[in-house]
Structures are given as C-alpha cells and as structure tokens.
C-alpha cells in the first residue's frame, strides 16, 4: 500500500515539477494531494487523478482538514516573507494535530544562523520553521537547498552580454542549482526510507563564482563580459537612482552579500548521489537563457 502525499504550494513552480518527477517515477497519482489556495491553478492536476484540497497557511482550520490521512507531507516554503515564520509554524502544528506521520521542508543551505547573515531577513522564517519541525516528535527530513540558479538572471539583468555584470558578489564561488535538479532530489527523498530525521545540503557539484559565469558568458557569446564587483553602498546608489524599488535592492544586496560571504559554497555531494547523475551546470542553463 502506498503513503498519501500531500504536497503544499502545489500550484508553484517546485511542487508542480516535484509532482512530475513523482509521477514519472511510477509513484501512482491517487495517492498524491495537491494542497492549494486556488483549485483553478491546477486543474492539469486535477486531470491526472490528483486529489485537490483547498486551504492556506493563514487558516489554521483548514490545513487540519486537509492533513488527514496524510503519511508524508512535504511543506515548500511560502513566499509571504514577513509572516512565513508564523504560517509555517503553524503548519507544522496542524501536521502533528492531524497525524501526519513524517515531514519534510525545503530549507536552504547556509553557514551564518545569526542576524549578521546578510539574509537574516530571510532566513529566520526557514530557521524557526526547522526548530519548529525538530521540536514537533514527527519524522522529519529537512531539505537545504543552495541559491537556485533560475535566479540568477534575475541579478545579472537581461541586456549582461550587452551591459556586462554589475553585482557586489566579490570572488566568492556558489553552488548554483537548477530547481528542476532540486524537485526531482525532492522526489527521490519523498519516496525513499534513507533520510529520517536528517538534515541535507543540496547543492551543486560545480562551484562557480560571478567572475566565472561573466568569463563564461564571453567564451560562447563571443562579446567581452565585464564583471564589477562594487562596494554595498555604491551598488544600492546606483540601483536606488535607476529607479529599483527599495525592497528589491535589499534583497538583491543581501544576496549578493550572503554570496561574497561564502554562505552557499558548499562541498556536500548529496544531490548528485541523490539524483544518481551530476546535476545540471549553471553554465549550461545560462548559456540557454542568454544564447539560445
């Protein structure tokens, strides 16, 4: 007989990839739950054979209901930053009072809990949520993923190969990984018995830094791409004066900050022995985004 999965945020980029790769994997889809706040997101789901449940991370009540008969419930990290902390509190609550039986969190890898972290910010919410799973008594398997590479092209801007590289990143090397490598890892983890009450970097093989993808983006374009790595301060000027909202250039200066300070430079090979393969190259998924 096979555990019910119920996947939260089902409707969003992770969970819907991370349902694929479970299908694809024979895992039968009766047997997955689909848990969103609006059904009309994910009807090709609901075509499939998956069960819907509506819910949110704001009403308690809700995910009581939509936990039973839950055996493994993978809660991905929501993206209402200023009150995840308590939304995934109380998810992990309402999983223990509905008897879920094991749960699993996407986290995300870092070296610096405290709040000189650059992306304190953001990581008090993944932070309380983890103390909040370890305290609970379920089985748990908590999953920290490395800065997605799928974001980079967000910080290197859409005209780099034109304009060159602006970000204060320094030197520092990262292990940028492909979201579609970290929901089928996520996958192979919700139907493998390995990682109970474990706690998994997930990263990439290769390492590389801004410099390294700037020399890259040269080599196979063809066009010289300058890479300048400048103080905090001059860096948030410039943004502020091109007319960047504030709260982009907070996060975009604390993740370029975390990156200098080396809060993704991981040696773990856990992806690669979990996907069975080497994960995907950054340099490969830039190449397509910028050259195809």
Known sequence: MNNKILITGASGQLGKAT??????????????????????????????????????????????????????LLLISGTDIANRSNQQVN????????????IYYTSFD?????????????????????????????????????????????????KVLEQGIFFPAGETVSSFVLRNDLAEATANILLSNEFDNKSIALGNSEKLSISDIANHLSDVSGKQVAYTSP?????????????????????????????????????????????????VSAKAFLQQVYLS
């Open 110 to 158: 870092r070296k610096n809990d405290s709040n000189s972290s650059p992306i304190a910010f953001l990581a008090k919410s993944h932070i309380d949520t983890e103390e909040a799973i370890k305290a609970s008594g379920l089985t748990y398997t908590i999953m920290r993923n490395n800065l997605y590479a799928d974001t980079l092209p967000m910080f290197l801007g859409e």
């Open 19 to 72: 349902i694929e790769f479970l299908l694809s994997k024979g895992f039968p889809a009766q047997d997955i739950i689909a848990f969103v706040r609006d059904e009309n997101k994910v009807s090709e789901l609901k075509a499939k054979g998956i069960e819907i449940r509506k819910g949110e991370y704001d009403n308690y009540g809700s995910m009581v209901a939509a936990f039973k008969g839950v055996d493994k």
């Open 91 to 102: 998810a992990v609550r309402a999983a223990k009072e509905s008897g879920v039986k094991h």
């Open 231 to 279: 103080d905090k301060g001059t860096y948030e000027t410039v943004l502020a004066e091109a007319g960047v909202p504030a709260e982009y250039i907070g996060m975009f200066s604390g993740f370029a900050n975390a990156i200098a300070d080396g809060e993704f430079d991981s040696d773990s090979k856990e992806l690669e022995n979990i996907l069975g393969r080497k994960p």
